[in-house]
């Protein structure tokens, strides 16, 4: 079974750079496609960026594009979420999720796989 573990949250400044890692373990990530998601206090769940299980194309969320990216590790069973000039407005807590075949989507709910969350903090 699938798990997903998320790492590398924590304190950054504004302009300043972080990035995520999430793990799997009980299976291969190759057939899944990964989204990174976040979620802030009082407000829903919003997708940012995912990675397809097919050549690894990439989709951003128009927040994110050119300031985040999101690669695959697959010899380490790895995907990451470069974030670079955090803006106040990226702090949340941010989820990895999975879903098998290579179908490309930033909803939430296309997803059924979680890991448990990350939180970033963005503050001077």
């Known amino acids: 079974q699938l798990q997903l573990v998320e790492s590398g949250g924590g304190l950054v400044q504004p302009g300043g750079s972080l990035t995520l890692s999430c793990i799997a373990s009980?299976?291969?990530?190759?057939?899944?496609?990964i989204g990174w998601f976040r979620q802030a206090p009082g407000k829903e769940r919003e997708g940012v960026s995912c990675?397809?299980?097919?050549?690894?194309?990439?989709y951003y969320s128009d927040s994110v594009k050119g300031r985040f990216t999101i690669s695959r590790a697959s010899a380490k069973n790895m995907v990451y979420l470069q974030m670079h000039s955090v803006k106040p407005e990226d702090a949340a807590v941010y989820y990895c999720?999975?879903?098998?075949?290579?179908?490309?989507?930033?909803?939430?709910?296309?997803?059924?796989?979680w890991g448990q969350g990350t939180q970033v903090t963005v503050s001077s």
């Open positions: 990675v397809s299980s097919r050549d690894d194309y990439t």
């Open positions: 999720a999975a879903r098998a075949g290579f179908l490309m989507s930033l909803v939430p709910r296309m997803y059924n796989t």
């Open positions: 009980g299976s291969t990530l190759d057939n899944y496609t």
